[in-house]
């Protein structure tokens, strides 16, 4: 009896022990019913986004004050949140199929993700095509013909910025081909000056260097689909070099020694404090960085050029987009803000309050008055991909934030990386086979 | 004589006696509020581990067991165990010096308990700034001439586990001493001063009898703090790292793996089955517990 009672103790125990850890991997189904939509409705958007376009809270706040004043019955509570919080806390939420109504989505395979688990329901169904086609780099977003989160601001991804007050005191021009960038390395070395500003610790940084570096050397977003999903491999020449090429940028000591220690937006900092000469931002973040370090002193550019594929010496263009969630009660009034966001005088509220473009060709480009963000606007007009967002976001996790940090830290080489890197994309074709199949279909809209 | 004595006493108490079955009626409340909050989870939790696109399957426990990241966050929880020695050896001593009246000791003890009630996140932050390659520590380790130590304690591999440790260690520290201080004042100082008058100076008299006298709560502690380095250090990870168990995988730990297998990645089934392998450990642990102390008969009543 004792001993009976002793074990069902200690697997109560236990059971309290990881309750935290355990409970939550279970999935709950319940969904909300169908309301009256004359009634009075309470939408909830989470959203991230003040992290690299200043000012967006502002904004947001504003455009719901109008809406509301527009639509008496409608009430929009906002959440900002973390830049490591955005994607688990939504997780979690459509686990309990419980949380937003919008929900803020990066592009690509971040929006996709949550389509094909059954999170959100297409922007398609809600929001006319003769309005969505104004909308730009909705194409990433889109799967089976429906577009299912709807670009909400351009993300020019991601420009080089570079002190001309620093870069003049090593003679060193701004770099715009690889061993230009790798000699002004040296030279900035030699004057004590750190070349590249960055911080990898939260590990978004890797994410950023695989897009800019790496496109340079594919010769389509379908090798990027077909790598993911097995009919190449990521430590095939063309997906590999970029790896090689981070190499090259520890070997020359291109990055400040405590990049490791740093978070992305720290690193950042460094350059606007003026102890580096250049960083890689946020094109919507441009804007907050040149006022910072003052328009004279401040340039930008694509990232230097070292491969010849087709999105070589480009900048990387995709948006970042809000969607319904799946659970929601009022999917209409939901699409109908989103498209009181994409109004005129919106557009170029959110323009002047953040400085970054809003992803909607209808947007007066004349507003555009810093030279900066025009040099911004004509590279991202021309922008190619951005990889990123077409790779799983494991993969990305896994392989580009975490062996990055490995790389530059200097505890493995290109070809150890390159090696992980498909390790882990062979595991993720095993456990991930739903997503798989849905990356093939992806990819064929690609060929 | 007992009020207890009085009730067995008691012919209608005597009534009422269920036998071997009596422990279960008393527990049968606590028990049923328990199984109520947790049964359904730890159902749903051992259902998902067993299920993938709708088939039973014991997949799931062979995939995440051959998962490379898997074995290391394991082995990362496994090495946090080395910080169970060290945290008892170091609440003890200083809950005795504490004891013996330290100079001071009221201070050091309100100092050394600190950071025990401090947040985790709060704790995370501040290391994770001092901690920096060119964070206060070592600017300071610079400053003395020491810059040759002067390591990035948290972004270099070779590091980041040991500084985590340290920093865990730390704020666990304080809840020892507090423990071991309390169970040493309420010991009747007579045994203490009949040790002295033995002629027992401090080493013997605190092997001899201070350590027996704490043998009870030694072993609460041990496996407390043997759980939490199994499965209570999420906090601590998700914080000083941003979530990431980085740099690479160097301080991934198996909560971590079990949060982002489900919340990041979508895989709730790897993640139960994860979840399911680390209640495996735990329960374990517990089941220790209980035996050490059924068999030394050493408990916290004591």
């Known amino acids: ?39 009075d409705v309470n939408l909830t958007m989470w959203w991230w986004g003040e992290q690299e376009a200043a000012g967006a809270k502002n904004w947001l706040a504003q455009t719901i004050k109008l809406y509301e004043k527009k639509h008496p019955n409608i009430s929009i509570k906002t959440v900002l949140q973390t830049t490591d919080g955005l994607i688990p806390a939504f997780k979690a939420a459509a686990a309990a199929k419980k949380g937003p109504d919008i929900q803020y989505f990066w592009g690509g395979i971040w929006s996709l993700d949550d389509a094909w688990l059954g999170n959100t329901k297409p922007v398609s169904d809600y929001i006319p095509r003769s309005e969505l086609r104004h909308y730009l780099n909705a194409k990433e977003d889109t799967y089976a013909g429906k577009v299912w989160t709807a670009p909400w601001y351009v993300q020019p991804s991601f420009p080089v910025l570079y002190r001309k007050d620093v870069l003049a005191k090593a003679r060193v021009k701004p770099p715009t081909t690889w061993a230009a960038l790798l000699k002004a390395c040296d030279a900035l070395n030699a004057k004590g000056i750190t070349p590249i500003a960055g911080g990898i610790k939260d590990g978004w940084f890797g994410g950023w260097l695989y897009s800019i570096i790496g496109a340079q050397g594919i010769g389509s977003i379908s090798d990027v689909l077909d790598a993911t999903t097995g009919k190449q491999k990521f430590t095939d020449p063309k997906h590999a070099a970029w790896w090689t090429r981070l ?12 990049m490791n220690s740093l978070e992305l937006y720290q690193g950042q900092q460094r350059w606007a404090q003026g102890k580096a000469a250049m960083t890689v931002a946020a094109g919507s973040d441009v804007k907050k960085f040149v006022q910072q370090v003052g328009v004279a002193k401040a340039g930008v550019m694509a990232m230097p050029r070292w491969g010849n594929g087709p999105y070589a010496g480009r900048l990387g263009s995709t948006s970042q987009t809000v969607g319904i969630t799946a659970w929601t009660k009022y999917p209409q009034e939901s699409a109908d803000f989103i498209r009181f966001m994409h109004t005129p005088e919106r557009m170029a509220a959110w323009f002047n309050t953040t400085g970054a473009f ?36 494991e993969l990305d996790s896994k392989a580009n934030f975490a062996e990055s940090q490995l790389l530059l830290g200097g505890s493995i080489d290109a070809k150890e990386a390159a090696s992980a890197t498909e390790k882990i994309a062979q595991r993720i074709r095993l456990t991930q086979r739903k997503q798989m199949a849905n990356f093939k279909i992806w990819a064929q809209s690609y060929k | 004589m007992t009020s207890g004595t009085v009730a067995l006493s008691d012919p209608r108490r005597r009534r009422l006696r269920l036998g071997r079955v009596e422990p279960l009626v008393w527990i049968a409340p606590a028990l049923a509020v328990v199984v109520f909050v947790f049964g359904y989870s730890m159902f749903q939790l051992v259902r998902t581990s ?11 426990f062979r995939i995440t067991w051959s998962d490379p990241t898997f074995r290391t966050a394991l082995t990362h929880n496994i090495r946090l165990l080395i910080a ?3 945290l008892v050896l170091l609440s003890l001593l200083l809950s005795i010096l504490l004891f013996e009246g330290l100079r001071g000791w009221r201070f050091h003890r309100w100092a050394l308990f600190l950071p025990y009630v401090l947040a985790i996140p709060v704790i995370g932050v501040v290391f994770g700034q001092l901690l920096q390659f060119n964070g206060l520590v070592n600017q300071f380790l610079r400053a003395v001439g020491l810059g040759g130590i002067a390591q990035d304690w948290l972004g270099q591999p070779r590091w980041a586990l040991w500084t985590m440790t340290a920093v865990i260690v730390w704020r666990e520290l304080g ?14 100082s007579d045994v203490f001063e009949a040790g002295r008058m033995d002629g ?25 703090e043997a759980i939490t380095m199994v499965s209570w250090v999420f906090n601590y990870v998700y914080v000083m790292t941003n979530g990431q168990g980085g740099p690479g995988d160097a301080t991934q730990v198996t909560e971590l793996y079990i949060y982002q297998t489900a919340f990041q990645y979508q895989s709730p089934e790897i993640a139960s089955a994860a979840a399911v392998m680390l209640f495996g450990v735990t329960l374990v642990l517990i089941a220790i517990f209980f035996r050490v102390q059924r068999s030394s008969g050493v408990g916290l009543d004591e």
């Open chain 1, 358 to 393: 809003p992803a909607d060709d209808r947007f007066n480009t004349k507003l555009i008055k810093l030279p900066q963000q025009k040099i911004l606007f004509n590279l991202v007009k021309n922008g190619a991909p951005y990889l990123e967002n077409f790779i799983p976001t």
């Open chain 1, 1 to 39: 009896m004792h001993r009976n009672l002793g074990l069902a103790v200690v697997a109560v125990l236990a059971a309290a022990v990881l309750l935290g850890s355990t409970a939550s991997a279970a999935r709950p189904t319940a969904r909300g019913a169908q309301e009256d939509p004359s009634a």
């Open chain 2, 50 to 60: 067993l299920r993938f696109e709708g088939h039973w399957t014991t997949d799931n």
């Open chain 2, 175 to 188: 809840f020892g001493i507090v423990l071991f201080l309390a169970r040493l004042l309420s010991v009747p």
């Open chain 2, 200 to 224: 027992a100076r401090f080493f013997r008299l605190h092997r001899r009898i201070t350590i027996p006298q704490l043998s009870g709560v030694i072993v609460f502690y041990v496996i407390v």
């Open chain 2, 84 to 86: 169970v020695p060290v």
């Open chain 1, 247 to 258: 190499q090259e940028m520890r070997d020359h000591k291109c990055w400040n020694d405590d």
